[in-house]
């Protein structure tokens, strides 16, 4: 099983703005679509967004116009990037990774099938 280590987490107020980091621990990300998750407490793990390995998005609704997904292959390393948070976005963040065909948009739910984790990071939103 691979590992991911996500960070930049943190105590942000509302209508703040955070990144998170991903990366990998010992493999490369360039044959690998990302998703990025969020388990709020009390709730169960729902999807924000994935980017395949060629850099095409897709995003959950509460995600659209506020996140922004990216990844840089050079640097073997994915991204949140979180503007306008809200309370509501409080949860623990996770990144993971799927062997993917190129440039395919790997479906949320595969990577909950048969996707690689990492540990989460926790962004608390809140004044």
């Known amino acids: 099983q691979l590992q991911l280590v996500e960070s930049g987490g943190g105590l942000v107020q509302p209508g703040g703005s955070l990144r998170l980091s991903c990366a990998p621990a010992?493999?490369?990300?360039?044959?690998?679509?990302i998703g990025w998750f969020r388990q709020a407490p009390g709730k169960e793990r729902e999807a924000v967004s994935v980017?395949?390995?060629?850099?095409?998005?897709n995003y959950a609704d509460s995600a659209k116009g506020r996140f922004t997904i990216s990844r840089d292959n050079a640097k073997n390393m994915a991204y949140l990037q979180m503007d306008s948070r809200q309370p509501e976005d409080t949860a623990v963040y996770y990144c993971?990774?799927?062997?993917?065909?190129?440039?395919?948009?790997?479906?949320?739910?595969?990577?909950?099938?048969?996707?690689?984790w990492g540990q989460g990071t926790q962004v608390t939103v809140s004044s």
């Open positions: 010992g493999f490369s990300l360039g044959y690998y679509a």
């Open positions: 993971s990774a799927l062997l993917s065909p190129l440039g395919n948009l790997k479906r949320y739910s595969d990577f909950e099938k048969s996707g690689s």
């Open positions: 980017i395949s390995n060629t850099g095409r998005t």
